[in-house]
């Protein structure tokens, strides 16, 4: 029970107060030594040199030590917690709250629409450049909406449902688990010479670890849509992602973002460009309106919210049967 009341309060808190800024100026946010420790393994394993086979080997080698230690952090910060009774309860609040991201990413997302109506192109652009790997130059005013929307449903799923499902279904373990697994990823899982055989592991394993998520998000973005436009848009939703999720290129995030674009009618994904490199993608739901607007973000930005609503409210009805 307390596992799940964990979960619920965590979540109420992140929705309200997010990542603050003013303390991750003065110490560094975990993610971030995930990240040192990802690099550090990268420069002393990943030698260039090496035979795709054994640089593939080293990936396994440094995503399961990796993972060993996120494993052993989180079991270790449990007992110590368990042992600190309800002081120890809160303090394992906030580290839940560290790992979500529903407060920071929507904040970020919305900046997108608020430079778009203040400062134009221009504006958006620059806000959009703060989250998304897309060159920001390429994109005329639609595309800028389209990609901080695209963004938002991606990281609606591995932001904010996969940790809380990690945590729900294996505790701290679990969490940090899956959070140095997801900054692998975003670091050594990409598809270029580099990082082909060594991010190998990582690129597999984070795709199974999204797996469930992925779909637990059409769910919720289905339940969302009904508040949103009645049974007819959400049926749309859920019909527009059975059909075109596999359109992306990436095995889950199609689901989130195929369950908004049809929800919100829209033409997402497509063509677009990550630094030199044009990626060639059929757009999804493309019987959907093609010009995205900042209005546009408002709505996806309601509909994010609504969903992390319904994911509160599945840990509150989890935590309710235990009780009972």
Not at 46 to 75: E, Y
Not at 242 to 257: C, F, I, K, T, V
Not at 264 to 286: H, T
Request: charged share 20%; with cysteine.
């Amino acid at each position: 029970m307390l596992h799940m009341l964990v979960l619920l309060v965590a979540l109420l808190l992140d929705r309200l107060v997010g990542d603050p800024d003013w303390m991750w100026r003065r110490i560094k946010h975990p993610v971030v030594l995930f990240g040192a420790a990802i690099d550090t393994l990268d420069r002393a394993l990943n030698d260039r040199k090496a035979t795709g086979h054994t640089r593939r080997r080293n990936g396994v080698i440094a995503i399961a030590g990796l993972l060993a230690i996120a494993i052993l952090t989180g079991l270790v910060l449990h007992t110590l917690f368990l042992r600190l009774h309800f002081v120890g309860a809160l303090l394992e609040v906030v580290v839940v709250t560290v790992f979500l991201a529903q407060k920071s990413l929507a904040d970020h997302v919305g900046a997108v629409a608020l430079g778009l109506r203040r400062d134009g192109l221009e504006g958006g652009r620059l806000a959009v450049a703060m989250i998304v790997g897309r060159d920001p130059k390429t994109l005329d005013e639609p595309g800028v909406c389209r990609a901080a929307i695209e963004s938002l449903a991606e990281n609606f799923s591995d932001g904010v449902v996969a940790p809380a499902l990690w945590y729900a279904v294996a505790g701290l373990p679990g969490l940090l688990a899956y959070k140095m697994l997801n900054t692998a990823d975003s670091m050594i899982g990409h598809r270029s010479d580099k990082y082909r055989d060594f991010g190998w592991a990582s690129a597999r394993l984070d795709d199974i670890a999204n797996w469930p998520a992925a779909r637990l998000s059409l769910v919720l973005v289905a339940l969302s849509a009904l508040s949103m436009g009645g049974i007819r848009v959400a049926r749309r939703g859920v019909a527009v992602t059975l059909r075109d999720h596999g359109l992306h290129r990436s095995p889950n995030s199609g689901w989130p973002e195929a369950a908004f674009a049809g929800v919100l009618d829209l033409q997402l994904a497509g063509p677009r460009v990550y630094g030199r490199e044009r990626v060639s993608e059929p757009m999804i739901n493309a019987a959907g309106h093609d010009t995205a607007t900042a209005p546009d973000i408002d709505r996806a930005l309601k509909l994010f919210w609504l969903s992390c609503t319904w994911l509160a409210t599945v840990a509150g009805l989890a935590t309710l049967a235990i009780l009972l």
